[in-house]
């Protein structure tokens, strides 16, 4: 596990956006599945804004690993925010981009969207693989959309799955255990003072931590990258 503890959000974008940009660089066909959330939006602003000529965006596939069960013209969409923060501001070729459909019925749409990974990515192990995850953290231990309510999504035959917000109720299309474990690298991105209690517990594997989707990413490739800001790294640090 690697763990890199930044001072604050702002360098966990600036780190995170050379790592990128290095792995594109490196890469024909850069296959990526994107968090929602806050903290991806100063990371797409900080790659859009200081590293749009360095990175060739057609070499790169966009892929979410969940989205809420919206439109994706809604606040909550996490298309319409990596739009705003990022689509808007680079020229990427409207093919390489791979939304999951929020406006439709969400089992349908998890199944299409299977379908997707099988078509376009790169297979290993048996499973579509992504060149890279990246995941957030809720305070809750959930990433991507798997919640502690669900966890045994997490271990679902299917490639995505539909989850359930515990508290809103907000249907989610997301991404399950066996794709993200598949990935060639997972990027943990994971700021704010309201992570520190699971950070410690997951990585310092305190008592319970399993019980925590969050505790559950391990690509098999061991590539698990953590990116924390101070506030999320708390004893860590
Ligand atoms: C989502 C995300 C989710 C997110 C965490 C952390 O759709 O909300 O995929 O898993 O990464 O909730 O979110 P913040 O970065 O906003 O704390």
Same mark, same amino acid.
């Given at each position: 596990m690697d763990l890199n503890i930044y001072a604050? @959000? +702002?360098? %966990?974008?600036?780190?995170?956006? @050379?790592?990128?940009? *290095? @792995?594109?660089?490196?890469? @024909?066909?850069?296959?990526?599945?994107?968090?929602?959330?806050?903290?991806?939006?100063i990371v797409f602003d900080f790659l859009a804004e200081n590293f749009n000529d360095e990175i060739d965006w =057609?070499?790169?596939? #966009?892929? &979410?690993? /969940? !989205?809420?069960?919206?439109?994706? /013209?809604d606040e909550d969409s996490n298309y319409k925010m990596t739009k705003e923060h990022l689509l808007s501001k680079i020229e990427m070729p409207a093919e390489n981009i791979f939304r999951i459909k929020g406006e439709d019925d969400?089992? $349908?749409?998890?199944?299409?969207?299977?379908?997707?990974?099988?078509?376009?990515?790169?297979?290993? *192990?048996?499973?579509?693989?992504? /060149?890279? %995850?990246i995941l957030g953290m809720g305070g809750d231990g959930h990433t991507a959309s798997i919640f502690p309510s669900?966890?045994? #999504? &997490? /271990?679902?035959? =299917?490639?995505?799955? %539909?989850? $359930?917000?515990?508290? =809103?109720? +907000?249907k989610r299309v997301g991404l399950t255990g066996g794709i993200i474990n598949n990935a060639k690298t997972v990027a943990f991105l994971v700021t704010g003072e309201s992570k520190a209690e699971k950070v410690e517990e997951i990585i310092g594997q305190?008592?319970?931590?399993?019980?925590?989707?969050? =505790?559950? %990413?391990?690509? !098999?490739?061991?590539?698990?990258? &953590?990116? #924390?800001d101070s506030d999320a790294a708390g004893k860590f640090n």
């Amino acid at each position: 596990m690697d763990l890199n503890i930044y001072a604050d @959000k +702002q360098t %966990v974008a600036e780190k995170f956006s @050379k790592f990128f940009s *290095n @792995k594109v660089r490196n890469n @024909k066909a850069f296959h990526i599945a994107l968090s929602g959330g806050s903290t991806p939006k100063i990371v797409f602003d900080f790659l859009a804004e200081n590293f749009n000529d360095e990175i060739d965006w =057609s070499r790169v596939y #966009l892929y &979410w690993g /969940d !989205e809420r069960c919206v439109p994706p /013209d809604d606040e909550d969409s996490n298309y319409k925010m990596t739009k705003e923060h990022l689509l808007s501001k680079i020229e990427m070729p409207a093919e390489n981009i791979f939304r999951i459909k929020g406006e439709d019925d969400p089992h $349908t749409e998890a199944k299409r969207y299977a379908e997707v990974l099988e078509k376009e990515l790169p297979q290993a *192990n048996g499973l579509p693989q992504f /060149d890279m %995850v990246i995941l957030g953290m809720g305070g809750d231990g959930h990433t991507a959309s798997i919640f502690p309510s669900e966890i045994e #999504l &997490w /271990d679902a035959e =299917s490639y995505c799955a %539909v989850a $359930t917000h515990p508290e =809103s109720g +907000q249907k989610r299309v997301g991404l399950t255990g066996g794709i993200i474990n598949n990935a060639k690298t997972v990027a943990f991105l994971v700021t704010g003072e309201s992570k520190a209690e699971k950070v410690e517990e997951i990585i310092g594997q305190k008592p319970g931590y399993k019980n925590y989707p969050a =505790s559950k %990413v391990n690509p !098999e490739s061991g590539d698990l990258i &953590w990116f #924390l800001d101070s506030d999320a790294a708390g004893k860590f640090n």
